[in-house]
């Protein structure tokens, strides 16, 4: 584990193995360490660089909205700072919005892109609300306040109820996220552009992932992206909700892996 001054942010970040560099992000509220079991699947052949975005995990959080550009900006800055020229840039949900600023603002850094269970188009403005009840939430009663709620939404009926200790550690991850940390990011995500444009433009490999059972940004956001990104892959995780890479670790670093390959 490492931590540097990212854009005079307290940064952490993990990196692990030699080789072409693949960087994982996570999504919302959660951390790096969502991605152990991938690190562990490709850091025998690729150099895995797993961040904590701004205000999350073990990264020091702004008190202004956390807008994806910004966590853009702060990758390129990290892979200035480990000398990355470019990298093959995999998000999922938030992690994903993050790509898509990414690419929007640096494509000559992107080798290629990984999406999951992420969409391209900006909030409805029902979503927008919902977002500034939860950060109300969050403001008067902390992380907890937001917790239960967002649980059942991230993970397949399956994992609930059948998969206690994956839900105990999804539900660690979100109680760790500094509550302003958390307020940041929801007041970046509601303000964040639409993308839908960009799809279009993409001209690096593309591999889209999607869990069966994913609520938040269901199938039919990956297929719209696999319709507006030419020459895509898409793969739909069976048994997966919206973190699809958790509930399916083999199968989802399987379906990564072949890409990578590709
Ligand atoms: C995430 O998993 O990052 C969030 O569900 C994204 C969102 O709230 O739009």
């Known amino acids: 584990m490492a931590f540097t001054e990212i854009r005079g942010i307290r940064?952490?970040?993990?990196?692990?193995?030699?080789?072409?560099?693949?960087?994982?992000?996570?999504?919302?509220?959660?951390?790096?360490?969502?991605w152990r079991e991938q690190v562990k699947a490709l850091s025998p052949r690729f150099r895995v660089?797993?961040?904590?975005?701004?205000?999350?995990?073990?990264?020091?959080?702004?008190?202004?909205?956390?807008?994806?550009?910004?966590?853009?900006?702060?990758?390129?800055?990290?892979?200035?700072?480990?000398?990355?020229?470019?990298?093959?840039?995999?998000?999922?949900?938030?992690?994903?919005?993050?790509?898509?600023?990414?690419?929007?603002?640096?494509?000559?850094?992107?080798?290629?892109?990984?999406?999951?269970?992420?969409?391209?188009?900006?909030?409805?403005?029902?979503?927008?609300?919902n977002r500034e009840t939860q950060a109300i939430e969050i403001a008067n009663k902390g992380i907890e306040g937001v917790v239960e709620t967002l649980l059942p939404k991230l993970l397949a009926p399956d994992t609930l109820s059948r998969r206690p200790a994956l839900v105990a550690r999804v539900r660690e991850m979100m109680a760790k996220t500094r509550p302003q940390g958390a307020i940041s990011a929801l007041h970046g995500m509601a303000a964040r552009r639409d993308h839908t444009p960009l799809l279009g433009e993409i001209d690096v490999p593309t591999l889209i992932i999607v869990g069966s059972y994913?609520?938040?940004?269901?199938?039919?956001?990956?297929?719209?992206?696999?319709?507006?990104?030419?020459?895509?892959?898409?793969?739909?995780?069976?048994?997966?909700g919206h973190l699809s890479n958790l509930e399916q670790p083999a199968e989802f670093s399987r379906v990564v892996a072949g890409f990578l390959d590709a």
């Open 11 to 34: 940064t952490a970040y993990d990196v692990a193995g030699e080789g072409p560099a693949v960087v994982l992000l996570h999504g919302f509220p959660l951390n790096r360490s969502m």
């Open 49 to 129: 660089i797993t961040p904590d975005l701004r205000g999350h995990g073990e990264s020091a959080a702004t008190t202004d909205p956390a807008h994806m550009d910004e966590m853009a900006r702060d990758l390129a800055a990290l892979m200035d700072h480990l000398s990355i020229d470019s990298a093959v840039i995999a998000g999922l949900s938030m992690g994903g919005y993050v790509a898509f600023s990414f690419y929007r603002l640096f494509r000559e850094r992107a080798d290629a892109l990984i999406l999951a269970d992420t969409r391209a188009g900006a909030d409805s403005d029902e979503r927008r609300r």
């Open 214 to 240: 994913d609520s938040v940004t269901p199938i039919e956001d990956a297929e719209e992206l696999h319709r507006g990104v030419r020459g895509s892959q898409l793969e739909i995780i069976h048994g997966a």
